[in-house]
Nanobody
Framework: DVQLQASGGGLVEAGGSLRLSCVVS?????????IGWFRQAPGKEREVVSC????????YYLDSVKDRFTITSDIARNTAYLKMHVLKPEDTAVYYC?????????????????????WGKGTQVTVSS
């Protein structure tokens, strides 16, 4: 049974930084996969923030977070990270991590799809102005 645990959220002032972590258990990282970070703000639909896979280096970023957020994965620690810099109030949301078994790259999968196999509970990110 695949389980994901996201952490690292908090309250930060605009311009600040946070690093989210997503520990994945019960999953073989030797399989082809995509790990994604998603977010949902109050009253808004969930959106894909960033995705990374092990097929190739192509990474997906939501346009509004490009050059501010960086996604990485550490297979040895079964952990994915989302480093967030120059945070803005509009980044305020609950952030979720999820995993999908797929041969698509992170960029290709999250550009076209948002269906994931397993989801973790979210972590709240609040950016004050």
């Amino acid at each position: 049974d695949v389980q994901l645990q996201a952490s690292g959220g908090g309250l930060v002032e605009a311009g600040g930084s946070l690093r989210l972590s997503c520990v994945v258990s019960g999953f073989f990282f030797f399989d082809d996969y995509v790990i994604g970070w998603f977010r949902q703000a109050p009253g808004k639909e969930r959106e894909v923030v960033s995705c990374i896979g092990n097929v190739n280096e192509d990474i997906y970023y939501l346009d509004s977070v490009k050059d501010r957020f960086t996604i990485t994965s550490d297979i040895a620690r079964n952990t994915a990270y989302l480093k967030m810099h120059v945070l803005k109030p509009e980044d305020t949301a609950v952030y979720y991590c999820a995993v999908k078994r797929t041969r698509y790259s992170g960029y290709d999968y999250c550009t076209h799809f948002s269906d994931m196999d397993s989801w973790g509970k979210g972590t709240q990110v609040t950016v004050s102005s």
